[in-house]
């Protein structure tokens, strides 16, 4: 079976640009996660989704991140204008609701900002 | 609220000794547990869960981890550890309320030869 896929694996850009980080969850899971890991910070929920619906966003930053899920199988996390402090990995990970199924990581996003 | 404390950053062991990374959790409710295992470039791949029953739970690759109710732990321990097992190791809780997972700092184990 497919894992979590998340792309792009590595993305450099300057600051200012717009950055979308992509998420296809494993098939059937109804669960989905953000989150980034920094050495400073260490692994930070961003936000979840449940059936595709956002249920808690309080680990964004701030306003320049939105992240949406349009269907079951897509996600995408934005940071819109992006600066040199929002360099991290960003991990999707699916699972399904209750706690009881564990949560599967993808290999993340490796995003580097000038 | 729930919380996760690895107690140590980093341990180095020398290969075949045993080894124990340590956890502990705060919860006001019966909790599920996790152990994640991190290698360099990669996502988390789970090593092994509690969810309830025996407190002794075998996973992958060798370890396992003892729930510990009275003293809130839920240690991994492996008994021989091998170069490949170099990675950075996470606990993790959650309960029935959440889906949330509440991580610990990590702690990152350095097998020597």
Redesign the interface.
């Given at each position: 079976d497919a894992g979590?896929i998340q792309s792009p694996r590595h993305e450099v850009t300057e600051m200012g640009q717009e950055v979308t980080l992509r998420c296809k969850p494993i098939s059937g899971h109804n669960?989905l996660?953000w989150y980034r890991q920094t050495m400073m910070r260490?692994?930070e929920?961003l936000i979840?989704f449940?059936n595709n619906v956002p249920?808690?966003d309080s680990g964004m930053p701030e306003d320049r991140f939105s992240a949406k899920m349009p269907n079951a199988s897509f996600s995408t996390l934005k940071i819109q204008p992006s600066e040199p402090r929002d360099s991290a990995v960003y991990?999707c990970?699916s699972?399904w609701?209750?706690?009881?199924e564990?949560?599967?990581?993808?290999?993340?996003t490796?995003l580097s900002i000038l | 609220a729930q919380s996760v404390t690895q107690l140590d950053s980093q341990v180095p062991v020398f290969e075949e000794a045993p080894v124990e990374l340590r956890c502990n959790y705060s919860s006001s409710v019966s909790v599920y547990l996790f152990w994640y295992v991190q290698y360099p470039n990669q996502g988390l791949q789970l090593l092994l869960k509690y969810l309830s029953g025996s407190t002794l739970v075998k996973g992958i690759n060798g370890f396992e981890a003892e729930f510990n109710k009275s003293q809130t732990s839920f240690h991994l321990r492996k008994p021989s550890v091998h170069i490949s097992d170099t990675a950075e190791y996470f606990c993790a809780v959650t309960d029935y309320n959440t889906d949330k997972l509440i991580f610990g700092t990590g702690t990152r184990l350095q097998v020597f030869p």
């Open positions: 979590v669960s996660f260490g692994l929920l979840y449940n249920i808690d991990f990970a699972g609701t209750g706690g009881v564990p949560q599967h990581f993808g290999d993340g490796r | -």
